[in-house]
Every structure is written in structure tokens, then in C-alpha cells.
């Protein structure tokens, strides 16, 4: 299987390219080789309304990068009137990586004015900076404090490349240049990250009841540390990566440390980390599968289904991520398939602005937990996945804005369509 033979020989990864991260690189990096591919990119991915990203509430932080990278460039003061439209009115915020402050960082870039109170960042910038920060150090500049993994800081070539230009330079360089040559210039905003690629897709797998190669087994268990597994080098370890992992080594018949999943304990639930701003479904979820049996988190994860039936997360964009996550660990809920069953376009597909591969694939594994005949749903969804060809996949996952894990979205449909066939022989 070629994702799978991908995945075991290439840390790398499949994530997307992020203008966020691609416009820090522009105007941080001007020195580093791919310049000119990036300014490029970024003029090729500005929508008609000078906004970038999107939709909705996620065009604001890479149009703020993209803006300011472009400098005096048409394409910015176009994206500058964008800007001060959106910024006009009450700023509603997603729930992606530090926005709260990566959104007051760049508005006083450009000197724009925002209702964001910007005291917390202007305080992080006179003292140490936790580590849970460094994947974004790009707006607090280089720091002695932290700490580069093969010359990587937190998985972040924005990170990197401010880090990389402090005061005692460290030796991230040829990082950078792989990562831009990799993708002819742009970059994503969180790479390498194998273990959160390697997890993930073993568990969309073998709880579909497909295979995975051995050699995966023991790249994630050599990932564990005291605090459990992080996501990628440099990073911190965290509940997710870690409830994810462990459950992947236990599909897998090899179970790891289960007791590292205890540090991230917070009353009825896990915290992805220390002093989290919003607490994590899909987290909680994995932990959930992780752990195989905890009353009281059963119980917060159905105190946090909405009305309709669905949940929602901080690390997608998406309902029916966070959805089947739940799902998946509750071993199915109805009220969850109601809510499926009444989304599902004309088309056959799932999604939350159109139908899509990766929001389909997820509703076909909600649905397969239901104990009513879901046979005609499940059937039009698996056509749609069929029909889909080699489309890109919108982006739907939260870091400093929005990417794709490719891999990981091919897997999900891989073991999407292998349970609709279960169903509808």
C-alpha cells in the first residue's frame, strides 16, 4: 500500500502548505532560499475579496501574515482595506493555535487597531516563554530559553527561522531548506510531525479492521518519553498525541506506558496541556478509547453534545471530525446519527460549508456504529468517496490556520469505504 510505504520511510509528512506560516517565512526570511516561489504563493492564494484562508472567521490570521509579508505590494493594500473591514467590527476568533495572540501581534504590525486585548502577549514578552509557545515564537522573537531538536524549534519553520536569527543562531538551516524545497517554496505550519501522522492513521485503520506494517509499531513506542508522546520534534508532549498513540500501539496488540496519560488529568477530563484556554472533545475522546473505560469522562463527553446531536473541537474546523471522534470512543449514539442522517447533501456527501472527502469519511464512521439500517446513507456516501478522484481536500484542521493532513484524510477514506462495503453487501 503506498500510503503506508510513504508513510514508514518519509518523516515528512503530507500536510499542506500554510499562508500563515508561508507569509512569517516572507517577511522573518527574506534570506532564505524559495523566496520568490513564496511571494508567489502567496499572490496565486489571495481571494477576490483580498482576504486569504477562510471561509468565515478563518480568513483573518493569514490575511494579518500575508498583509504584512506583501509589504507594499498591490496585492497588500488590497488585502489591508480586507483587513480593516473585517477589523471594523467585533472580531470573532476561531480556535486555532494561539490566535489570541498571534491576531494583537500582527494587528500592531500594521498598525491596525482591534477590540483584542493585547496585555497578555505584550506580558509573555517580558518573561521566559512556556514551551507550549514555541510553535509560535515567530511573534515573540528569538528566546535563550528555547530549546532546538535537530536544529528544529517546536516543528515550526517560522519558529526556526526567528530562532535561527537571534543572537546565538542555532543550526536549523538545512531544516528550512528541506521543508521549502519540499513543497517548491511554501511551507506548512507544523512539520515534521510523524508521530501525530503515524497514530492517526493507524487508528483509522486497524479500528476499520485494515492492517498496518509492524515497523510503525515501534516508531511510535520509541516516540515516548516520561510525559508521553509529542506530536512532532521539538514540541511538548501532549494528551492527544499521547491518548492517540497508546491507543494505536493497543489496536495493535503492542500496548505502551499507559500511565504517561495520567499527567494530563483535569477534574472529570484531560487538558491538552497546562492552563489550556478551551478544553479538547476529540482529546478527550482518544483518551477515552486510551484508557477503555472512565465513567465521569463518559459522562463530560455527553455533557458536551450540542442540541443537534454533534460535537465541536479546537482541532478542526469541522463537526463531524469531532463527531465521529466521540463516536468512535462511545461505540456509537444516535442522536448523533440523527444528526447525520439529516446533513447529508443531495450528493451523497457530509460537510459543514460543502461536501468533502474527509467530512464524508467521517459520517459513514458515525454511522457505522448505529444499530438502525443506515444502508442507503452509508452507500450514497461511499459513491461520493468513489467520485472524488485525485481533488485536493479543502483544508479543515486547526493550527495557526487551516491545513491538511493528507495522509491522514486518505486513511480516513480508505477505512470509511471499507466499512460502508461491510454494510451494504
Given at each position: 500500500?503506498?500510503?503506508?510505504?510513504?508513510?514508514?520511510?518519509?518523516?515528512?509528512?503530507?500536510?499542506?502548505p500554510?499562508?500563515?506560516?508561508?507569509?512569517?517565512?516572507?517577511a522573518l526570511a527574506?534570506?532564505?532560499?524559495?523566496?520568490?516561489?513564496?511571494?508567489r504563493y502567496?499572490l496565486d492564494?489571495?481571494h477576490?475579496?483580498g482576504t486569504?484562508?477562510?471561509p468565515?472567521?478563518?480568513?483573518?490570521v493569514?490575511?494579518?501574515?500575508?498583509?504584512?509579508?506583501?509589504?507594499?505590494?498591490?496585492?497588500?493594500?488590497?488585502?489591508?482595506?480586507?483587513?480593516?473591514?473585517?477589523?471594523?467590527?467585533p472580531?470573532?476568533?476561531?480556535?486555532?493555535?494561539?490566535?489570541?495572540?498571534?491576531?494583537?501581534?500582527?494587528?500592531?504590525?500594521l498598525?491596525?487597531?482591534?477590540?483584542?486585548?493585547?496585555r497578555?502577549?505584550?506580558?509573555?514578552?517580558?518573561?521566559?516563554?512556556?514551551?507550549?509557545?514555541?510553535?509560535?515564537?515567530?511573534?515573540?522573537?528569538?528566546?535563550?530559553?528555547?530549546?532546538?531538536?535537530?536544529g528544529?524549534?517546536a516543528a515550526?519553520?517560522?519558529?526556526?527561522?526567528v530562532?535561527?536569527?537571534?543572537?546565538?543562531?542555532?543550526?536549523?538551516?538545512?531544516?528550512?531548506?528541506?521543508?521549502q524545497?519540499?513543497?517548491g517554496?511554501?511551507?506548512?505550519?507544523?512539520?515534521?510531525?510523524?508521530?501525530?501522522?503515524?497514530?492517526?492513521?493507524?487508528?483509522a485503520?486497524?479500528?476499520?479492521?485494515?492492517?498496518?506494517?509492524?515497523?510503525m509499531?515501534?516508531?511510535?513506542?520509541?516516540?515516548?518519553g516520561?510525559?508521553?508522546?509529542?506530536?512532532?520534534?521539538?514540541?511538548?508532549?501532549?494528551?492527544?498525541?499521547?491518548?492517540t498513540?497508546?491507543?494505536?500501539?493497543?489496536l495493535?496488540?503492542?500496548p505502551?506506558?499507559?500511565?504517561?496519560?495520567?499527567?494530563?488529568?483535569?477534574?472529570?477530563?484531560?487538558a491538552?496541556?497546562?492552563?489550556?484556554?478551551t478544553?479538547?472533545?476529540s482529546t478527550?475522546?482518544?483518551?477515552?478509547?486510551?484508557?477503555?473505560?472512565?465513567r465521569?469522562l463518559?459522562?463530560?463527553?455527553?455533557?458536551?453534545q450540542?442540541?443537534?446531536?454533534?460535537?465541536?473541537?479546537?482541532?478542526?474546523?469541522?463537526?463531524?471530525?469531532?463527531?465521529?471522534?466521540?463516536?468512535?470512543?462511545?461505540?456509537g449514539?444516535?442522536?448523533?446519527?440523527?444528526?447525520?442522517?439529516?446533513?447529508?447533501?443531495?450528493?451523497?456527501s457530509?460537510g459543514r460549508?460543502?461536501?468533502?472527502?474527509?467530512?464524508?469519511?467521517?459520517?459513514?464512521?458515525?454511522?457505522?456504529?448505529?444499530?438502525?439500517?443506515v444502508?442507503?446513507?452509508?452507500?450514497r456516501?461511499?459513491?461520493?468517496?468513489?467520485e472524488w478522484?485525485?481533488?485536493?481536500?479543502?483544508?479543515?484542521?486547526?493550527?495557526?490556520d487551516?491545513?491538511?493532513?493528507?495522509r491522514?484524510?486518505?486513511?480516513?477514506?480508505?477505512?470509511?469505504?471499507?466499512?460502508a462495503c461491510?454494510?451494504?453487501r
Amino acid at each position: 500500500m503506498r500510503l503506508l510505504a510513504r508513510l514508514t520511510d518519509d518523516p515528512w509528512g503530507g500536510l499542506s502548505p500554510s499562508v500563515y506560516e508561508t507569509g512569517r517565512l516572507v517577511a522573518l526570511a527574506p534570506w532564505l532560499r524559495g523566496h520568490e516561489a513564496r511571494i508567489r504563493y502567496l499572490l496565486d492564494t489571495q481571494h477576490a475579496d483580498g482576504t486569504w484562508g477562510g471561509p468565515g472567521e478563518y480568513t483573518l490570521v493569514p490575511t494579518l501574515s500575508a498583509v504584512d509579508a506583501l509589504n507594499e505590494h498591490p496585492a497588500a493594500r488590497r488585502g489591508l482595506e480586507a483587513l480593516r473591514k473585517l477589523l471594523s467590527r467585533p472580531v470573532r476568533l476561531p480556535d486555532t493555535v494561539a490566535v489570541e495572540l498571534i491576531v494583537p501581534a500582527l494587528a500592531e504590525r500594521l498598525g491596525l487597531r482591534t477590540s483584542l486585548d493585547p496585555r497578555p502577549l505584550h506580558a509573555l514578552r517580558q518573561r521566559p516563554l512556556p514551551a507550549k509557545l514555541w510553535h509560535t515564537l515567530e511573534i515573540f522573537g528569538p528566546r535563550p530559553e528555547v530549546v532546538a531538536v535537530d536544529g528544529i524549534v517546536a516543528a515550526s519553520p517560522a519558529a526556526t527561522a526567528v530562532q535561527l536569527a537571534g543572537p546565538v543562531p542555532g543550526d536549523g538551516l538545512d531544516y528550512l531548506e528541506a521543508v521549502q524545497e519540499r513543497h517548491g517554496g511554501p511551507v506548512p505550519a507544523g512539520v515534521p510531525v510523524p508521530l501525530f501522522e503515524r497514530s492517526w492513521i493507524i487508528v483509522a485503520l486497524r479500528s476499520a479492521g485494515l492492517d498496518v506494517p509492524d515497523p510503525m509499531v515501534e516508531q511510535l513506542k520509541a516516540a515516548f518519553g516520561a510525559q508521553g508522546a509529542a506530536g512532532g520534534p521539538g514540541l511538548p508532549a501532549d494528551a492527544d498525541d499521547t491518548a492517540t498513540a497508546l491507543h494505536a500501539l493497543a489496536l495493535c496488540g503492542s500496548p505502551g506506558p499507559a500511565d504517561t496519560l495520567g499527567h494530563y488529568r483535569d477534574a472529570r477530563h484531560f487538558a491538552c496541556f497546562p492552563d489550556e484556554r478551551t478544553p479538547s472533545t476529540s482529546t478527550n475522546a482518544h483518551a477515552l478509547q486510551a484508557v477503555g473505560h472512565d465513567r465521569e469522562l463518559e459522562e463530560w463527553l455527553r455533557d458536551m453534545q450540542e442540541p443537534a446531536g454533534n460535537w465541536r473541537d479546537k482541532w478542526h474546523a469541522s463537526p463531524y471530525y469531532a463527531t465521529a471522534c466521540v463516536t468512535n470512543a462511545l461505540q456509537g449514539n444516535e442522536k448523533a446519527v440523527d444528526w447525520v442522517l439529516g446533513t447529508q447533501h443531495d450528493d451523497g456527501s457530509w460537510g459543514r460549508w460543502e461536501g468533502t472527502y474527509e467530512e464524508t469519511a467521517y459520517a459513514i464512521r458515525i454511522l457505522s456504529h448505529s444499530q438502525r439500517d443506515v444502508t442507503r446513507a452509508m452507500s450514497r456516501g461511499a459513491n461520493f468517496l468513489h467520485e472524488w478522484g485525485d481533488r485536493e481536500h479543502p483544508p479543515l484542521w486547526h493550527d495557526k490556520d487551516l491545513y491538511t493532513p493528507t495522509r491522514i484524510v486518505q486513511a480516513e477514506g480508505m477505512a470509511a469505504l471499507h466499512l460502508a462495503c461491510a454494510v451494504c453487501r
